[in-house]
């Protein structure tokens, strides 16, 4: 059903079959190319992506990590034209803090997605509930 809906469906990847998976863009580099400013959720990764495109390549199965050469590209084309703060070891990790905002009550949500420091937060008024580092799949 997804060719209907326009979707890309994870059954059909390459190297990779993910059947109970479909997205709206065929890879991720035609994605980061529409949303440049989420390449943080990919560049904690690189190194991941091109060890597996050589063990491919090494083993004759380079036809197996088309996406992934195409990922690896488009991020090499970023670190080239623009500097990215999800680059290096300088990330901090501390938990966000935010200045108390005498409107929120207990009732209201706040979602607080913090790119330099590469979180997402989901505070009930001035409460902090739960934060996650990005990159990281949950």
Not at 62 to 78: G, P, R, S, Y
Not at 112 to 125: C, I, M
């Amino acid at each position: 059903m997804t060719p209907y809906y326009q979707l890309i469906w994870g059954g059909n990847f390459v190297g990779f079959v993910d059947p109970p998976h479909f997205q709206l863009y065929k890879n991720a580099a035609v994605f980061l190319r529409d949303f440049p400013m989420l390449r943080f959720e990919f560049e904690p990764f690189y190194e991941n992506y091109l060890r597996r495109v050589r063990q491919k390549i090494e083993n004759n199965r380079e036809n197996e990590v088309e996406d992934t050469k195409a990922l690896l590209m488009i991020l090499n084309e970023f670190r080239q034209r623009m500097p990215c703060a999800c680059q290096g070891d300088s990330l901090k990790t501390s938990l966000p803090q935010l200045a108390k905002v005498p409107s929120l009550t207990s009732e209201d949500v706040l979602i607080f997605g913090d790119l330099r420091n590469q979180r997402l937060s989901f505070w009930r008024g001035n409460e902090l509930l739960i934060s996650y580092r990005l990159g990281i799949w949950q």
